[in-house]
């Protein structure tokens, strides 16, 4: 017969048994962890820094397939017709078309109006854009309007032309020198390739002039 402590020390032998082989066990899951661990930060860190160089490189690459898809023009000269069929011809020392708009960006441009014809209406500027869709050209700043015939000289900080009328608008102010006199205000239009010109104004920026009686006279 078994006695009472006899079973109680086989009970602590089994509990010593099953201690020892969880603290095995538990320290071969800490050794390969230890082991693991680094290489799992290493792959990930690596991972990180693998998407941010593509990620670096695919946004370099859509750039340059954006710029590629730019149309560089240097001196372009755009030529057409209003609807009264007076010709016009937009230049500039250079232009870039906008793929996503098919608006061209120009650079120096210059303007001449009623080409060939007896009268000749010029613009110039710093800058401008061309929108052949909707067939108007806004240039500025430094506008310079001469106008052939009557040697008058307007100078704006911009201009409106529509190419299908041929009339050319603007609202930021308007200075104008000419044989007759000066002549200020906040807005102007010119019409008929130059044949007709109205100056407006608005709230204190009134329409201001000055006749030379010299020049009116002769």
Do not use: C
Request: aromatic letters at 4%.
């Amino acid at each position: 017969m078994t006695e009472p402590a006899d079973i109680r020390d086989q009970a602590d032998e089994a509990r010593v048994h099953a201690t020892a082989r969880a603290f095995r066990d538990r320290s071969r899951r800490v050794h390969l962890l230890r082991r693991v661990l680094p290489i799992a930060i290493v792959v990930l860190a690596g991972g990180t820094i693998s998407w941010v160089v593509l990620r670096s490189v695919m946004s370099d690459v859509e750039r340059k397939a954006g710029a590629s898809n730019e149309i560089r023009l240097d001196n372009p000269m755009f030529h057409g017709q209003d609807a009264e069929g007076r010709s016009f011809v937009i230049g500039a020392k250079g232009a870039v078309r906008d793929p996503a708009t098919g608006k061209f960006k120009l650079v120096g441009p210059a303007l001449r109006l009623n080409l060939g014809g007896r009268k000749v209406t010029t613009l110039t500027a710093d800058g401008g854009l061309y929108d052949q869709t909707a067939r108007t050209v806004t240039i500025g700043p430094n506008v310079r309007i001469s106008d052939g015939g009557s040697g008058f000289t307007l100078v704006t900080p911009q201009a409106v032309v529509d190419t299908k009328t041929g009339v050319v608008t603007g609202n930021k102010g308007v200075e104008g020198t000419g044989p007759l006199g000066t002549i200020s205000a906040s807005s102007y239009a010119i019409y008929e390739q130059g044949e007709r010109v109205v100056f407006s104004g608005s709230g204190d920026n009134k329409v201001r002039g000055t006749i030379n009686a010299a020049g009116s006279n002769g």
